[in-house]
């Protein structure tokens, strides 16, 4: 399985590289430092993002891979089409796909993220130079019905942020996005995480065009969502990386 994950991943970034937008994120996790309930946490992840606007809507999709020390710790992906239903390309209809799977070296515990489709409104905004963007929607979530006894079909609502700030002649970038979702499991009903970034660009810092590396962090701040070490998500974290990207 270990193999087949590394391989599917570099298709997809191979596949990828062609088109627009596309970039490749290395992340050093240090949430197994920050608390000792995290201590299984894995320490590295990879991301591979894609946005391609055309006449019809865009398509945005992005693949995370977790890694331990000697493989494959679990794989994350999210696909979203969205259609534009107005002139100014500013509303939209907006359609997604979630799912993966996760295990633990602590626990030896393992799990699929179940299969979740979402589908309602998207409102986007750019400034005329696109350097700063913000999509907001607002979605309906279905959870399909998994093997597990407690992955359980359900109808969910979730909303969605998604921001990018570029400044200092794009020296600098500051993105991110927040999800919210209902999920009666949990403490309160209410699943939240945000991944705000911030980047130097090295490209533009140097002045060398080509030299597409950045070099920043990523905070994932999360209400019932990360798992701890015993399986149990119903706690609030904040964990932050040292990262780098290369932007194609």
């Known amino acids: ?23 490749v994120q290395l992340h050093y996790d240090l949430g197994h430092s920050l608390s000792d309930q995290l201590t299984g946490r894995p ?19 992005f693949t995370d891979i977790d ?64 350097s700063k963007t913000l999509s907001l929607q607002a979605m309906y979530k279905y959870y399909f019905k998994g093997q597990n006894p407690w992955n359980r079909p359900f109808n969910s ?14 020296r600098f970038s500051f993105t991110g996005f927040i999800d919210c979702w209902y999920d009666s499991s949990v403490r309160g009903n209410w699943i939240t995480i945000a991944e705000p970034q911030f980047w130097v660009n090295l490209w533009a810092l140097l002045g ?14 999360s209400n019932n969502f990360v798992f701890d070490d015993l399986g149990r998500n119903d706690k609030f974290y904040v964990i932050p990386t040292i990262a780098a990207k290369w932007s194609f």
């Open 208 to 221: 060398r065009e080509g030299f597409n590396l950045s070099i920043g962090t990523e905070v994932e701040i």
């Open 67 to 130: 890694y331990y020390h000697d493989g494959v710790a679990g794989t994350y992906w999210e696909f979203a089409r969205e259609f534009n239903v107005t002139p100014n390309k500013q509303w939209a209809a907006h359609v997604e796909y979630n799912g993966g799977m996760t295990s633990s070296q602590v626990s030896q515990y393992s799990t699929r993220f179940q299969h979740a489709f979402l589908a309602g409104p998207a409102w986007n905004w750019a400034s005329s130079d696109f």
């Open 43 to 61: 320490s590295v992840t990879t991301t591979v993002e894609l946005f391609k606007p055309d006449k019809w809507g865009s398509t945005f999709l």
């Open 1 to 23: 399985m270990k193999k087949i994950l590394m391989i599917c991943a570099f298709s997809l970034a191979t596949m990828l590289a062609g088109a627009q937008n596309v970039n």
């Open 157 to 170: 609502f979730q909303a969605t942020a998604v921001w990018g700030l570029h400044f200092a002649d794009r």
